[in-house]
Structure formats: C-alpha cells, structure tokens
C-alpha cells in the first residue's frame, strides 16, 4: 500500500489532471500546555479530473499534448502547456 506522501506524489502527476488549485495558510500555533508558540505552514491542492485510480498508471506513453486541449512549449521540448487556456485571476 502507498503511503500519503507517495500518493500526493502520483496525483500530481496524474496524466488526467490538468486543473491545479492550491493554498497556504501560515499561522501561530501553541503547544499542548498553551505555553510555546510556533508557527506552521498548510499546503491544500485540489485536482481535477482526480486520480490515483487503484487499477490506472500515473501516466501514458505517447503526445500527451493531444489530451484535454493542451499545445506543446516553445520552449522546453516533450512538455505541455495550457497557457491562456483558463481564467487564473483571483476574486
């Protein structure tokens, strides 16, 4: 069985996954005896379409730029972009 970390690990890299929203969060936290503060940091990411399907590989072999409207970098060769593809603007 996979651990947590090994299973973040595949989701991000799922080949179905191409809609990514993360936050973070950093605030004070006290110990248990509510004497000594520290601070902590909280990552959250939502996938979409999700994975980590028991019975699917991470990924796939072949143009994977054909799948869910993506095109090629100019830049960096075998990766795939969605630039200008969706509203990134935050409200």
Same mark, same amino acid.
């Given at each position: ?5 090994? !299973? ?12 990514? /929203? =993360? $936050?973070?969060?950093?605030? %004070?936290?006290?110990d248990k005896n509510g004497k000594?503060? *520290? ?5 959250? =990411? @939502?996938?979409?379409?999700? /994975? ?8 796939? !072999? $072949? @143009? /994977? =730029? @054909?799948?869910? *409207? ?7 060769? $075998?990766?795939?972009?969605? %630039? ?5 603007? =935050? @409200?």
């Amino acid at each position: 069985r996979a651990t947590e970390d090994v !299973r973040h690990f595949t989701q991000l890299v799922w080949a179905d996954s191409y809609k990514v /929203g =993360c $936050g973070f969060s950093y605030f %004070k936290k006290k110990d248990k005896n509510g004497k000594d503060e *520290h601070y902590i940091k909280y990552y959250v =990411c @939502n996938y979409a379409p999700k /994975g980590n399907k028991p019975t699917e590989s991470p990924y796939r !072999r $072949g @143009n /994977g =730029c @054909n799948h869910h *409207h993506l095109t090629p970098t100019q830049d960096t060769q $075998g990766l795939c972009s969605t %630039k200008n593809q969706y509203d990134l603007t =935050c @409200n």
